[in-house]
């Protein structure tokens, strides 16, 4: 299974970039799986940032990102999106893509396919 994030770039504050995750690999389908965004600044630790899950509606956001960031998915298209809105500077990291097994939105330690990062810089 492999996870290809793209759609990352430089912007100044206040625009927005829509990330993609896009999932490969024999067998392998969103429909069940749980997914997630985290990120991580330059020496600082990896934070979660939005989760969506498979069994139900439920989403989950960072406190910091909520009314700005939206994640959603196409299962037909086996694509996992963050709609990331109203940038601040302090949103600039590398941003992974995760998905993993499980019911309702995933704990961390539940993931267990990883994307490569996707730099998003945000200057004011």
């Known amino acids: 299974v492999q996870l290809q994030a793209s759609g990352g770039g430089s912007v100044q504050a206040g625009d927005s970039l829509r990330l993609s995750c896009a999932a490969s690999?024999?067998?392998?389908?969103?429909?069940?799986?749980?997914w997630g965004w985290f990120r991580q600044a330059p020496g600082k630790v990896r934070e979660s940032v939005a989760a969506?899950?498979?069994?139900?509606?439920?989403?989950w956001y960072r406190d910091s990102v909520k009314g700005r960031f939206t994640i959603s998915r196409d299962d037909a298209e086996n694509m996992v999106y963050l709609q990331m809105n109203k940038l601040k500077p302090e949103d600039t990291a590398v941003y992974y893509c995760?998905?993993?097994?499980?019911?309702?939105?995933?704990?961390?330690?539940?993931?267990?396919?990883w994307g490569q990062g996707a730099q998003v810089t945000v200057s004011s």
């Open positions: 995760a998905a993993g097994e499980g019911l309702g939105v995933l704990s961390r330690t539940e993931y267990r396919y």
């Open positions: 690999g024999r067998a392998f389908s969103t429909r069940e799986m749980g």
């Open positions: 969506i899950a498979w069994s139900d509606p439920s989403t």
